[in-house]
Nanobody
Framework: QVRLVESGGGSVQTGGSLRLSCEAA????????IGWFRHSPGQEREGVAT???????????FYARSVKGRFTISQGTTKNTVSLQMNNLRPEDTGIYTC???????????????????WGQGMQVTVSS
């Protein structure tokens, strides 16, 4: 059974950096679209960044407009693992960050929550001013 194993998160001050990682354990398909969603009190869950790749090719990397240029998602060193490097963090980045995965995604579909099959437990990210 596929499990999304998350690590990272925590608390930083404005302008600081954090790194999140997610591994899709027991995932056997060659392709994977895996990334992060976040939500905070009073806000809807939103897509942050997603990476769509196989072991040999990258099909796409997608970012929310609010994080582009500050966050970088990339394939990890082990299979079916991604890391999200978050730099220049702002208080509005505060929230629960949850890893999600699906078989494939595209420019129009990567933010559609109901199309993700696997979800992690979520981790708190807090950015103080």
């Amino acid at each position: 059974q596929v499990r999304l194993v998350e690590s990272g998160g925590g608390s930083v001050q404005t302008g600081g950096s954090l790194r999140l990682s997610c591994e899709a354990a027991e995932y056997t398909d060659e392709r994977i679209c895996i990334g992060w969603f976040r939500h905070s009190p009073g806000q809807e869950r939103e897509g942050v960044a997603t990476h769509y790749f196989t072991g040999r090719s990258v099909y796409g990397t997608f970012y929310a407009r609010s994080v582009k240029g500050r966050f970088t998602i990339s394939q990890g060193t082990t299979k079916n693992t991604v890391s999200l490097q978050m730099n220049n963090l702002r208080p509005e980045d505060t929230g629960i960050y949850t890893c999600a995965a699906r078989l494939y995604c595209g420019t129009a579909s990567w933010t559609r929550l109901n199309e993700y099959k696997y979800w992690g437990q979520g981790m708190q990210v807090t950015v103080s001013s």
